[in-house]
């Protein structure tokens, strides 16, 4: 049985970017590349990809937050049945960029669906499949919103077009998660610059894996 772990966080946490340098030193390592897979949500897969244009890229398309639930979690159950469960089973190391925590975070909190709702409609979709280690780059709702605005403004996406309030609702959320689960979390202060992150979090990668 491989391993699996997460990367979470609130956006402009720098998270993609923290992937991309760690994917690199990989690349660079001692370790096999074959020997992990690296994949994101939504998305992940054929089917997660087209449902992921559905809900990021289609500010447009009228969705109740129960369809917005129920459509992360279709792409989350097929990325754990095609993707990530034959992976562990081949004893592969996974890194996801996301998986249940973003939906208990942001469609449960953020967007006020309930966590535990959003908990009881995934169960299904994710078989009980638990990460090993949750990386979660802490970042203040403020210090991120900051950074969306002056990063991406030319990438902003339906969700991204949130508010503040949305922000700091899906960062207790996050808050609540660890609460309940701290052994499974490494937290990762995400307010320092990217290099000094990518560090930590490669540290504590190689400690895992
Ligand atoms: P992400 O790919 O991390 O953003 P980007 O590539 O633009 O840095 O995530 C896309 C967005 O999807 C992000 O705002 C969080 C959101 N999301 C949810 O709301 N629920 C979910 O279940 C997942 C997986 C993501």
Redo the contacts with the bound molecule.
């Keep these: 049985m491989g391993k699996f772990i997460t990367f979470e966080g609130p956006?402009g946490a720098g998270?993609?970017t923290v992937l991309n340098n760690i994917i690199n030193r990989l690349k660079h390592s001692e370790f096999n590349l074959t020997d992990f897979v690296i994949t994101?949500?939504?998305g992940g897969t054929e089917a997660g990809n087209q449902i992921r244009k559905i809900?990021?890229d289609e500010p447009d398309i009228n969705i109740d937050i129960g369809t917005e639930v129920l459509l992360?979690a279709a792409a989350?159950r097929q990325h754990v049945v095609e993707k990530i469960k034959p992976a562990l089973n081949a004893g592969k190391i996974v890194l996801s960029?996301?998986?249940?925590d973003?939906?208990v975070a942001?469609?449960g909190g953020?967007r006020h669906f309930g966590l535990n709702q959003v908990l009881d409609i995934n169960r299904y979709a994710t078989e009980n499949l638990e990460p090993d280690v949750t990386f979660y780059l802490k970042l203040d709702p403020e210090t991120g919103l900051d950074r969306i605005n002056q990063l991406?403004s030319d990438?902003v996406?339906r969700?991204?077009e949130e508010k503040l309030s949305f922000y700091q609702d899906t960062v207790a959320a996050y808050e609540q998660i660890i609460d309940k689960n701290p052994e499974r979390f490494s937290i990762i202060d995400a307010s320092r610059p990217l290099s000094v992150v990518t560090d930590d979090v490669w540290n504590q990668l190689i400690a895992v894996i």
């Design positions: 956006d998270k993609t994101r949500e939504p809900v990021l992360f989350r960029d996301r998986f249940l973003s939906s942001y469609q953020g991406r990438e996406n969700l991204d």
